[in-house]
């Protein structure tokens, strides 16, 4: 029996990864138009951010699972890596990552975990 990853809970993991792509995306595509001066760096992180997500929901909805994995993997290095070296202070300049996704309540800093824990569960039941 060949499991999927866009079934059962993977339809709510899809579901997180594609409004995390959406806004991500748009805020950064609106910061950029508006105000790329003020911090650029922070706002193009942003925008690799929802590239990321964009990415990994596409592979979680279309049983990719290699793809899935690397951009998973690459989300968790991310959030990790940009929410050590920011500061609370930065907030007004944030990206998606920074301060560990506080922004955005956390969910950055955890959804790599539970993404990386269903595709091992999907692979362990293939």
Do not use: C
Request: hydrophobic share 50%; no cysteine; glycine share 8%.
């Amino acid at each position: 029996m060949t499991v999927s990853t866009h079934t059962g809970f993977g339809r709510i993991l899809v579901f997180v990864y594609g409004v995390f792509a959406l806004a991500a995306t748009a805020r950064a595509v609106v910061q950029l138009a508006t105000q790329a001066s003020k911090a650029p760096v922070a706002y193009s992180l942003s925008l690799f951010a929802g590239i990321v997500y964009i990415v990994a929901t596409w592979a979680l909805a279309t049983d990719r699972r290699r793809i899935a994995i690397v951009t998973v993997l690459i989300e968790l290095t991310g959030v990790l890596v940009i929410g050590t070296l920011s500061r609370p202070d930065d907030i007004d300049k944030a990206s998606v990552w920074s301060t560990y996704g506080n922004g955005y309540g956390y969910v950055p800093l955890v959804l790599p975990f539970i993404g990386l824990w269903w595709l091992w569960h999907v692979g362990r039941r293939s």
